[in-house]
């Protein structure tokens, strides 16, 4: 039985729908992401990442430290080194600082800042868990970023090295946005969100805000690599294009393994296993015994790689 405000919310979304369609269906490229969106929702990608964010705790984020509250300063002592993405130096290094005066569709820091969560959450998806503190080091002491910035939605079979010089940065700011295409931009944001929840709590706006920043960078980033002044139609879709194969991609492979310096121990037999240097503690089911492996990381160790 669907009751009258059920009726309303679908007629609701069937009406933003059409009316999307109305005014940007004949743009190329935006019906297959539409496709991609529902083949995402259909898979439940977007259920598993919102339960990601909604669970998110502590992240023990690279740069936040000056965030934690009081509460928070055990698990800071715990965990002493963390690692320092290179992006987000060189972002600061390029004048783009935290707290600088900025709007939600600029590419500000905050945005590169969500960028770095969005991708931790993408691998606590994949590792199905909590992620501990080698999981960050390997994550951000990775290229992943730069490759995700530098080129787009080739990042995961793209083979060589990506470095972002310092152009990459002016550019990135020199951008700006034509009228209609923000338009465009954010009807789309707005037929995805109100898809996607019926509700807006906290937790939604939240994930909303984080996806939109994570879009605003991308769409950014896809004008500088197109040497373009002014963002298009079309770098939004490529945006689009890169933030779905970003959770479609198993963000695992893709990270440097050798910051895992910790041990597996046999939660049965005791038995205790140190990694290889391109050994994950997921490479690994179960001991020998057939018991459970638990990684223990070895934190004094991180700072010297
Ligand atoms: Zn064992």
Same mark, same amino acid.
Request: hydrophobic letters at 35%; one cysteine or more; charged letters at 25%.
């Given at each position: 039985?669907?009751?009258?405000?059920?009726?309303?919310?679908?007629?609701?979304?069937?009406?933003?729908?059409?009316?999307?369609?109305?005014?940007?269906?004949?743009?190329?490229?935006?019906?297959?992401?539409?496709?991609?969106?529902?083949?995402?929702?259909?898979?439940?990608?977007?259920?598993?990442?919102?339960?990601?964010?909604?669970?998110?705790?502590?992240?023990?984020?690279?740069?936040?430290?000056?965030?934690?509250?009081?509460?928070?300063?055990?698990?800071?002592?715990?965990?002493?080194?963390?690692? +320092?993405?290179?992006?987000?130096?060189?972002?600061?290094?390029?004048?783009?600082?935290?707290?600088?005066?900025?709007?939600?569709?600029?590419?500000?820091?905050?945005?590169?800042?969500?960028?770095?969560?969005?991708? +931790?959450?993408?691998?606590?998806?994949?590792?199905?868990?909590?992620?501990?503190?080698?999981?960050?080091?390997?994550?951000?002491?990775?290229?992943?970023?730069?490759?995700?910035?530098?080129?787009?939605?080739?990042?995961?079979?793209?083979?060589?090295?990506?470095?972002?010089?310092?152009?990459?940065?002016?550019y990135l700011q020199a951008v700006s946005w034509g009228q209609e295409v923000k338009s465009f931009f954010i009807d789309f944001n707005n037929l995805f969100s109100s898809f996607l929840f019926?509700?807006?709590?906290?937790?939604?706006?939240?994930?909303?805000? +984080?996806?939109?920043?994570?879009?605003?960078?991308?769409?950014?980033?896809?004008?500088?690599?197109?040497?373009?002044?002014?963002?298009?139609?079309?770098?939004?879709?490529?945006?689009?294009?890169?933030?779905?194969?970003?959770?479609?991609?198993?963000?695992?492979l893709l990270v440097d393994k050798k910051y895992y310096t910790g041990q597996l121990v046999c939660e049965e037999c005791r038995e205790v296993y140190s990694l290889l240097e391109d050994e994950?503690?997921?490479?690994?089911?179960?001991?020998?015994?057939?018991?459970?492996?638990?990684?223990?990381?070895?934190?004094?160790?991180?700072?010297e790689k």
């Open positions: 039985m669907v009751t009258l405000e059920e009726e309303q919310g679908h007629y609701n979304l069937k009406d933003i729908c059409n009316d999307f369609n109305k005014k940007y269906g004949h743009i190329e490229g935006v019906f297959d992401i539409l496709k991609h969106f529902m083949y995402l929702w259909e898979e439940e990608y977007w259920e598993l990442l919102f339960m990601v964010h909604k669970n998110w705790k502590n992240p023990l984020h690279v740069c936040d430290d000056h965030e934690y509250g009081v509460s928070q300063i055990n698990d800071i002592t715990r965990i002493k080194n963390f690692p +320092e993405s290179l992006v987000l130096m060189q972002v600061i290094n390029n004048g783009i600082t935290p707290g600088k005066q900025s709007n939600e569709y600029s590419a500000d820091y905050n945005a590169f800042r969500n960028l770095h969560i969005f991708l +931790e959450k993408i691998q606590s998806l994949y590792l199905d868990r909590d992620l501990v503190e080698d999981d960050l080091w390997a994550l951000h002491k990775s290229d992943v970023v730069e490759r995700v910035l530098g080129v787009l939605d080739q990042f995961d079979v793209f083979k060589g090295s990506i470095v972002l010089k310092d152009d990459f940065f002016y019926e509700n807006q709590g906290p937790h939604e706006t939240n994930f909303n805000l +984080e996806l939109n920043n994570v879009l605003v960078l991308l769409s950014h980033s896809c004008a500088v690599g197109d040497n373009s002044p002014q963002i298009h139609t079309e770098h939004v879709i490529k945006a689009y294009k890169t933030f779905f194969k970003i959770i479609t991609t198993d963000i695992t994950a503690p997921y490479d690994f089911s179960q001991c020998s015994c057939g018991g459970d492996l638990k990684y223990i990381n070895i934190p004094s160790t991180s700072n």
